[in-house]
C-alpha cells in the first residue's frame, strides 16, 4: 500500500524574484560586483581628480611658470646687451670692438627670440599691454644703440674726452631707456609669479576637495559594503539555522518542527525536501501506529478464539473418551449376544433381554455419536475462524512490511538525517516479516485441526451408521425370538459382524480422541503464536513512539 506524501510548496510566480531567492553563488558575486562598483567609483574619482589637477599644473608650467622664466632670461639678455654696449664704447683695440659688435649682435637676436617667446606663452590681456611696453622699449633701446652710439663707439682714434661723453651718453639718455624696458619685463615677472601662487592655491584647494570627494565616496562604499555583508550574512545564515533546528529535531525524534525557510535558494530547497520528508515520516509514523492497534487488537482476537478452540478440543476429548467406552461396552454386548445365540436353544428369555440391552446400547451409542459430530463440527468451525483472523493478520503483517519498505526509501532519500529511522524501519520490516512466519505457522497447523476435523465427523458418522445396523439387528432379532432356531447360524455372523463394527467404533473414536488431543496441541501452539504476534505489535509501538508526529 502507498503512502500518499504531500507535495512541495508551489513555486511562486515567475515575477516574484526576490533577492533571498537568489542563488549563494549569486548572492556572493552580488557583493563582489557591489565592491568593484565602489573601488571602481573611488578610483575613478582619485584618477578624475588627479587628472584636472595634473592638467592644471600643466597650464601653469605652460604659462605662467614659463612666461615668468622667459621674462627673467630677457632681462638677463637686456642687461647683457647694455654691459655689451659700454665694452664697445670702451674698447681700444679693432679686434676688441670686432669681437664686441659680434657678441652685440648675438645678444640682440636672443632679445628678440626672449620677446617673441613672451607674446607666444603671455596670452592674457594685460600680459599683452605689458609685452607691448617691453617691445616698444626695446625697438628704441636698440634703434638708439645703432643710430647713436654704434658707429662712435666703433672707432677706435676717440680722445679721452669723446670716449667720456660717449659712456655718459650710454649710462644717460640710453640707461633710461634701458631701465624702462627692465622695469616692464620685472613688472611682468611679478605678475606672473603672483598669477602662479595663485594657480598653486586653486590647485591645493582642488586637491582638498578632490580628496575629501575621494574619502566620502570611500566611506560611502565601505558602508554600502558592510550593510550588504551584514544582510547577505542575515539571508544565508538565518535560513541555514532554521534548517539546522529542523534537522537536529528529527535527529532527536520530533517531526513537528516546523522549516520556516520560504526562499528559493539551495538553502530554500534543501528546506522544502526536509518539510517533504518529515511530512512522510509523519504519515508513515501514524499508518504504522494504527497497524500496530489493529495488530495487538488481533492477536488479542486471536488469542481469545485460540482459547475457545482449545475449550472445544477439550470437551472433543471427554466426549471422545464416553464414546470409547459405550463402543467397547457394545463390543462386550455384542459378544454376549453371540454366546447368548449359540446357548439359543436353552435360555430364549435370556437373549431376549440381551438383545434389548443391546438396542439401548447401540441407541446411547447413536446419541454419543451424535453430540461427538456436533462437537467435531464445531472444532472445524472454530478452525475456520482461526484461519479468518490469522488471514487478517497476514494481511496487516504484509501492509506493515510495505510501509517498513516505503519508510526505508523516504529515510533513504533524506540522507545522514533518515539514518535513525531508516534502522527504525528495518526493525519494523523485520517484525512485520517474523509476524507473517508465524501467522503462516498456524495457517498450517489450523488446516491440519480443519483436515483432522473433517475425518472425525467422516468416522463418527459411519460410527452412527454401524450403530443403526446395530440397532436394526437387534430389533429383528427381538421380533423373531421365536425363529432363533431356524436363523441361528445366521444371526451367529450378524453378531459377529456386530463385534467388527463395534471394534472399529471403537477404534474409530480413539482416533478421534487423538484428532482432539493434537488439536489441543496445535491451538497450544496458535496461543503461543498470538502471545508473540502481541509481543512484536507492542515492540512495534514502543519503536513508534519514540517520534514525535
Same mark, same amino acid.
Given at each position: 500500500?502507498?503512502?500518499?506524501?504531500?507535495?512541495?510548496?508551489?513555486?511562486?510566480?515567475?515575477?516574484?524574484?526576490?533577492?533571498?531567492?537568489?542563488?549563494?553563488?549569486?548572492?556572493?558575486?552580488?557583493?563582489?560586483?557591489?565592491?568593484?562598483?565602489?573601488?571602481?567609483?573611488?578610483?575613478?574619482?582619485?584618477?578624475?581628480?588627479?587628472?584636472?589637477?595634473?592638467?592644471?599644473?600643466?597650464?601653469?608650467?605652460?604659462?605662467?611658470?614659463?612666461?615668468?622664466?622667459?621674462?627673467?632670461?630677457?632681462?638677463?639678455?637686456?642687461?647683457?646687451?647694455?654691459?655689451?654696449?659700454?665694452?664697445?664704447?670702451?674698447?681700444?683695440?679693432?679686434?676688441?670692438?670686432?669681437?664686441?659688435?659680434?657678441?652685440?649682435?648675438?645678444?640682440?637676436?636672443?632679445?628678440?627670440?626672449?620677446?617673441?617667446?613672451?607674446?607666444?606663452?603671455?596670452?592674457?590681456?594685460?600680459?599683452?599691454?605689458?609685452?607691448?611696453?617691453?617691445?616698444?622699449?626695446?625697438?628704441?633701446?636698440?634703434?638708439?644703440?645703432?643710430?647713436?652710439?654704434?658707429?662712435?663707439?666703433?672707432?677706435?682714434?676717440?680722445?679721452?674726452?669723446?670716449?667720456?661723453?660717449?659712456?655718459?651718453?650710454?649710462?644717460?639718455?640710453?640707461?633710461?631707456?634701458?631701465?624702462?624696458?627692465?622695469?616692464?619685463?620685472?613688472?611682468?615677472?611679478?605678475?606672473?609669479?603672483?598669477?602662479?601662487?595663485?594657480?598653486?592655491?586653486?590647485?591645493?584647494?582642488?586637491?582638498?576637495?578632490?580628496?575629501?570627494?575621494?574619502?566620502?565616496?570611500?566611506?560611502?562604499?565601505?558602508?554600502?559594503?558592510?550593510?550588504?555583508?551584514?544582510?547577505?550574512?542575515?539571508?544565508?545564515?538565518?535560513?541555514?539555522?532554521?534548517?539546522?533546528?529542523?534537522?537536529?529535531?528529527?535527529?532527536?525524534?520530533?517531526?513537528?518542527?516546523?522549516?520556516?525557510?520560504?526562499?528559493?535558494?539551495?538553502?530554500?530547497?534543501?528546506?522544502?525536501?526536509?518539510?517533504?520528508?518529515?511530512?512522510?515520516?509523519?504519515?508513515?509514523?501514524?499508518?504504522?501506529?494504527?497497524? &500496530?492497534? +489493529?495488530? #495487538?487488537?488481533? $492477536? *488479542? %482476537?486471536? @488469542?481469545?478464539?485460540?482459547?475457545?478452540? /482449545? !475449550?472445544?478440543? =477439550?470437551?472433543?476429548?471427554?466426549? &471422545?473418551? +464416553?464414546? #470409547?467406552?459405550? $463402543? *467397547? %461396552?457394545? @463390543?462386550?454386548?455384542?459378544?454376549?449376544? /453371540? !454366546?447368548?445365540? =449359540?446357548?439359543?436353544?436353552?435360555?430364549?428369555?435370556?437373549?431376549?433381554?440381551?438383545?434389548? %440391552?443391546?438396542?439401548?446400547?447401540?441407541?446411547?451409542? /447413536?446419541?454419543?455419536?451424535?453430540?461427538?459430530?456436533?462437537?467435531?463440527?464445531?472444532?472445524?468451525?472454530?478452525?475456520? %475462524?482461526?484461519?479468518?483472523?490469522?488471514?487478517?493478520?497476514?494481511?496487516?503483517?504484509?501492509?506493515?512490511?510495505?510501509?517498513?519498505?516505503?519508510?526505508?526509501?523516504?529515510?533513504?532519500?533524506?540522507?545522514?538525517?533518515?539514518?535513525?529511522?531508516?534502522?527504525?524501519?528495518?526493525?519494523?520490516?523485520?517484525?512485520?516479516?517474523?509476524?507473517?512466519?508465524?501467522?503462516?505457522?498456524?495457517?498450517?497447523?489450523?488446516?491440519?485441526?480443519?483436515?483432522?476435523?473433517?475425518?472425525?465427523?467422516?468416522?463418527?458418522?459411519?460410527?452412527?451408521?454401524?450403530?443403526?445396523?446395530?440397532?436394526?439387528?437387534?430389533?429383528?432379532?427381538?421380533?423373531?425370538?421365536?425363529?432363533?432356531?431356524?436363523?441361528?447360524?445366521?444371526?451367529?455372523?450378524?453378531?459377529?459382524?456386530?463385534?467388527?463394527?463395534?471394534?472399529?467404533?471403537?477404534?474409530?473414536?480413539?482416533?478421534?480422541?487423538?484428532?482432539?488431543?493434537?488439536?489441543?496441541?496445535?491451538?497450544?501452539?496458535?496461543?503461543?503464536?498470538?502471545?508473540?504476534?502481541?509481543?512484536?505489535?507492542?515492540?512495534?509501538?514502543?519503536?513508534?513512539?519514540?517520534?514525535?508526529?
Amino acid at each position: 500500500m502507498s503512502v500518499p506524501y504531500p507535495a512541495a510548496p508551489a513555486a511562486a510566480p515567475s515575477r516574484r524574484l526576490r533577492f533571498a531567492d537568489l542563488r549563494l553563488r549569486s548572492k556572493v558575486l552580488a557583493l563582489v560586483g557591489v565592491s568593484v562598483v565602489v573601488t571602481t567609483t573611488c578610483v575613478g574619482v582619485g584618477v578624475a581628480s588627479l587628472s584636472a589637477e595634473t592638467a592644471h599644473m600643466q597650464t601653469l608650467v605652460d604659462g605662467d611658470v614659463a612666461a615668468a622664466l622667459q621674462a627673467s632670461d630677457t632681462r638677463g639678455q637686456l642687461a647683457v646687451y647694455r654691459r655689451l654696449t659700454l665694452q664697445l664704447i670702451l674698447a681700444d683695440t679693432a679686434e676688441k670692438s670686432s669681437a664686441t659688435l659680434a657678441k652685440l649682435d648675438e645678444t640682440e637676436k636672443k632679445v628678440d627670440d626672449g620677446v617673441a617667446a613672451l607674446a607666444a606663452v603671455a596670452t592674457d590681456e594685460r600680459d599683452k599691454a605689458v609685452l607691448a611696453t617691453v617691445d616698444k622699449g626695446w625697438d628704441a633701446q636698440r634703434t638708439y644703440f645703432h643710430d647713436r652710439l654704434e658707429t662712435q663707439a666703433k672707432r677706435n682714434d676717440l680722445t679721452p674726452e669723446q670716449s667720456q661723453a660717449l659712456a655718459a651718453q650710454a649710462v644717460g639718455e640710453y640707461g633710461d631707456l634701458a631701465d624702462a624696458v627692465a622695469t616692464s619685463l620685472d613688472d611682468l615677472k611679478t605678475e606672473k609669479r603672483a598669477d602662479l601662487a595663485a594657480g598653486v592655491a586653486d590647485a591645493t584647494s582642488a586637491a582638498g576637495r578632490a580628496r575629501t570627494t575621494l574619502l566620502v565616496v570611500a566611506a560611502l562604499g565601505a558602508l554600502l559594503l558592510v550593510a550588504l555583508g551584514w544582510w547577505i550574512a542575515g539571508a544565508v545564515a538565518g535560513p541555514v539555522a532554521r534548517l539546522k533546528r529542523a534537522i537536529d529535531g528529527l535527529a532527536d525524534g520530533d517531526l513537528t518542527v516546523p522549516v520556516d525557510v520560504d526562499s528559493r535558494d539551495e538553502v530554500g530547497r534543501m528546506a522544502a525536501s526536509l518539510s517533504v520528508a518529515q511530512a512522510a515520516l509523519r504519515e508513515s509514523m501514524t499508518t504504522i501506529v494504527s497497524s &500496530s492497534a +489493529t495488530l #495487538a487488537g488481533s $492477536a *488479542e %482476537e486471536l @488469542s481469545v478464539v485460540s482459547a475457545q478452540v /482449545a !475449550a472445544s478440543a =477439550e470437551e472433543t476429548s471427554v466426549q &471422545s473418551g +464416553t464414546a #470409547a467406552a459405550a $463402543a *467397547e %461396552e457394545v @463390543s462386550r454386548n455384542v459378544q454376549t449376544v /453371540a !454366546a447368548a445365540t =449359540e446357548q439359543m436353544s436353552a435360555s430364549i428369555r435370556e437373549i431376549s433381554q440381551s438383545s434389548t %440391552e443391546a438396542v439401548r446400547v447401540a441407541q446411547a451409542a /447413536a446419541e454419543e455419536a451424535q453430540t461427538a459430530t456436533g462437537t467435531v463440527s464445531k472444532l472445524g468451525d472454530s478452525s475456520r %475462524e482461526i484461519g479468518d483472523v490469522v488471514k487478517v493478520i497476514t494481511s496487516i503483517a504484509e501492509q506493515t512490511n510495505l510501509l517498513a519498505l516505503n519508510a526505508t526509501i523516504e529515510a533513504a532519500r533524506a540522507g545522514e538525517a533518515g539514518k535513525g529511522f531508516a534502522v527504525v524501519a528495518s526493525e519494523v520490516k523485520d517484525l512485520a516479516q517474523e509476524t507473517a512466519r508465524a501467522t503462516e505457522d498456524i495457517s498450517r497447523r489450523i488446516e491440519a485441526i480443519q483436515t483432522d476435523s473433517e475425518a472425525a465427523v467422516a468416522a463418527i458418522a459411519r460410527i452412527a451408521e454401524i450403530i443403526e445396523e446395530v440397532n436394526s439387528y437387534q430389533t429383528t432379532i427381538a421380533s423373531a425370538v421365536e425363529e432363533q432356531t431356524a436363523t441361528t447360524s445366521e444371526m451367529s455372523r450378524n453378531v459377529q459382524d456386530a463385534a467388527s463394527g463395534a471394534g472399529g467404533i471403537a477404534g474409530n473414536i480413539e482416533y478421534v480422541a487423538t484428532a482432539a488431543q493434537s488439536s489441543s496441541t496445535g491451538i497450544v501452539e496458535a496461543q503461543r503464536a498470538a502471545a508473540e504476534l502481541a509481543q512484536l505489535s507492542g515492540d512495534l509501538r514502543e519503536l513508534v513512539s519514540r517520534y514525535r508526529v
